[in-house]
Every structure is written in structure tokens, then in C-alpha cells.
């Protein structure tokens, strides 16, 4: 039974652990903006001095995270149920408890030396990709896999479960490979099966009005204009170049966006700055005034905060009603390049779909088959079917069977993501994931607001943002993905939206409706 007194004493202890807390969420800003700074502006000449900054703020960091106060603090929480009694509370002690367990879990030593292993194999990754070399990559590879097993087992499988699904929980809290194999397998049949109708008997748009030049200057003013135009609050934000856009949530009002130029196609960084933008819409979103480094205030997982992204970017982004809104703005902006091209040439250009060998260059209606390929060998390889060796003829294999091409080289097959060199296994199903949430997302949405479109074309973007962030963001991590999927649309999640959203609108454009 819980005393009068135990309550007043948790209560104090949980407003102690939402104060510890916020003070490594400072500390661990200071981490951010280094490292952003690094990105974009820090001379090379400072990298040695850098190193040392952050290694230092990382074990401070590790301390603060891992710390007999956090642990006791948790515990004194957890053991108060009329304290547990508030729904909004018990879930900010859930992800605390998740949080403090995943740092705890993990020996100093095998943290460290994945981190070693990890900054060595990153160098010795760029290399064999420049030089198409698997073989010189294979024994660091091996090396890494080895320790990302361990780790594995150190966070322990989940009952009834596989090691894989220790690895996806660091990202996708809660969920398991078994589920993301039910939602792929279908889904990769209903792509292939929709790709090679589009390939085969579709005609595929006039692609002239991308490969326009259109001088950088322009393309960051046009950028600034359509961030400022979807609400991404610039005085508490920036933007910037970089070579592999990003953006992070830096601190409460500071969210740091950045995007890269060509000179051609210059839909590349629009589309770059708008999927930034969707992950700074949430970051901007998130209540942090109120709850600052407590899980209240942080995003539910890689997979909802990518929804965010491709909603702006393709939902919103690659729709004819974008167009007639942007177009009048970009032939006053992007100069006279733009001149002759008319809203449904461009809708019809950005929405090419064709198989092609690198994800990040993928379209919306082949980049999840690139996803669900990395699935498939990631999961053979953790399970121990396959070893390190077998990895580009799985590769190839896969991508045949998926996309329909021979893949030519490594550089183009298994060695192009930077992600396995540093020991990201489990995170590419993410990124389907994303896509999605976003389209599930996005047709309660249209219930919702049945004047989205109209409201679209005309730059009125505040009613959707408003209901994101209502029905999103502002819950911070008080639901799991799942759960938060199932709250917002009704439904759990399932591959049919995407589905009706990319036959939609592509049979129409490839001229098969
Ligand atoms: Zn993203």
C-alpha cells in the first residue's frame, strides 16, 4: 500500500530525475552543435582538437546516462502507483526505464571497442567502395558483425523472438523482425508486380524541365522561401550546405537544417530541404519548452520521424497540387530556366519511377524494394545463415529478383551505404517503415481535412501542420510507434495505403488508368 509520505517522496524523486535529466540533455546539445559545426563550418585543421571534445562530452555523457542516481531515481518512480496512476507520467517512466536499461546493458569494454572497430572500418569502407574492393572490406566487416551479435546479446532476444529483433528495438522500439517480414513480403510483391506494369506498358514522363541549370544562389533563396512558406519556424531554425544533408533537433528553438546543391536538377535539393524541413517540422513540434530532456519531449522512433520527412517531401511535395502553388514562386526565383515548364510537366517529372542501383537516388515507388533487399541479408547475416563472404552474391541476387537488374559492381551493390561500417544493423527497415506511417498518415489526413488539397494549392500549409503536430508531435514518446499509428488512423499498420497512393497516382501518370 502506498503512505501519504512514499507518494510526496516519489513525486520528488521523479521532479529530481526530469531535472537530472534536462541537464544532460544540455550537455548532450553542446555534443550536438560540435558535431553539427563539424558538418558544416570547423576547419579542417581543428579535426584532432575536435575528436578530443567530443570523446570527452561522450563519456560524460555515458556517466551522466548510466549513473546509480538515474537508476535510483527510475526504480523510486516505478515503485509509486498513484504517482504511475497518470497515464501521461507512467509512460515518461516506461522510456526512462528503456533508455537507462539500453545504456546499462552494454559492458564499457564491448562499447568501446565497437566504437574503435567501427571509426576503422569506416575508412577502410570509403576505400574499398572507391576502389569496388569487397574483399578488403570483408574481415573488418566480419570483425564488426562479431561485436554487433554480442551487443545483441547483451540487450537479450525478446521471448519467442531472434537476435535480430534486439538489434531493431535500438530503433524501432518494440517491434520485431516477424512483423516487418509480414508487412515486406507482400509489400515487395505489390511493387514489383506495379513496377514492371510501369516499365513494361506505361509511357514514362518528359524528364527536360529537371535538367535545367539553375545557379545555387537561387535554389537556397527558393528553399528559404518554401521552408518559410511550410512553417519551419527560421528564427529558431537555419539552413545550410553540406555534403550528406541532415538535421537536427540541437536544443529547445534551435533546429539545424541542411540540404546540397547541383546546378541541374534542381528538384534534388528542393526535395533534400523539404524532407529535412518534415524532420525539423517535428523537432520544432515536440513540446520541449515543457518537458526538455525527458522522453515527453523527444520523437517515438526513426520510423515516425521519417514519416514526417516523406510526408513533406512526397505526400505534400511531389503532388500536383505543390506544383500549382510553387510554380508561380519558382519561375519568379529560379530565373529563366523555368520559363516554359507548367505545373503538370513538372508533378509528371518528379514522379519518374525507374529501378536504378542506389538507394538514396531511389524513387518513391522503388525505394522501398532497395529497403526490404538490405532487410533480407541483414537478418540472414545476424541469424548466422550467411556469412560476410556470401553477402555481395546474396546482394545481387536479391536486388535481381526485387528490381530486376544485374547489379555490375559492389560499389554499386552491398558496398554503397555508409551504414554497416559503423555498425548500424537493424536500421534500415526504418526507412520503409517511414514511408509507411506517412502514407497511412496521410489518408486520415484527407478524412480529415477534406480541403488538404485546395489548401495545398493555394500555400495554406498551417491547417496541416496543425493537425501533425496535435495528433503527432505533441505526444513526444508518450506511445509506441504501433500505438500511435493505431490512435491516429484507426488501423494498425499496414501496406495498403502506400499502396493505393503509389498506383494512384503513377498508372494515371504512366498513362495505364
Ligand atoms: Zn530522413
Known sequence: MTTAATTSATKTSYAELCTFSRETATLRSVEYLLGWDQ????PDGAVDGRAKQRALLAGMLHDRRTSDEMGDLIGACEGDAELLADSAVASDIREFRRDYDLATKLPTELVRELQEVGSRAQVIWRDARAKDDFASFAPTLDTLIGLIRRKAECYGVPEGGELYDALLNEYEPGVRASDIEAIFTPLAKSLSTLNAELAQNGTPPDTSCLELKVPEANQHAFGLFVLKSIGFDLN?????TTTHPF???LAPGDTRLTTRYRDEHFTDALYGTMHEAGHGIYEQGLPKARFYGQPLSEAVSLGIHESQSRMWENSVGRSMAFWEWALPHAKEQLGPALADCSAEQLYRAVNTAKPSFIRVEAD?????LHVMLRFDVERAIV???IGVNDIPGLWNETFKRYLGLDVPSDAKGCLQDVHWSFGAIGYFPTYCLGNLYAAQFWETINEQIPELDRQI???EF?????????NIHAHGRRYRAGELCEKVTGKSLSAEPLLRHLSGKLRPIYGLD
Open 462 to 470: 498551417g491547417p496541416l501542420r496543425t493537425w501533425l503536430n496535435e
Open 383 to 385: 541469424r548466422g545463415d
Open 236 to 240: 529558431c531554425g537555419r539552413l545550410d
Open 39 to 42: 558538418e558544416t563550418y570547423m
Open 457 to 459: 494549392a493555394s500555400g
Open 247 to 249: 538535421c537536427e533537433g
Open 364 to 368: 518513391e515507388a522503388t525505394y522501398n
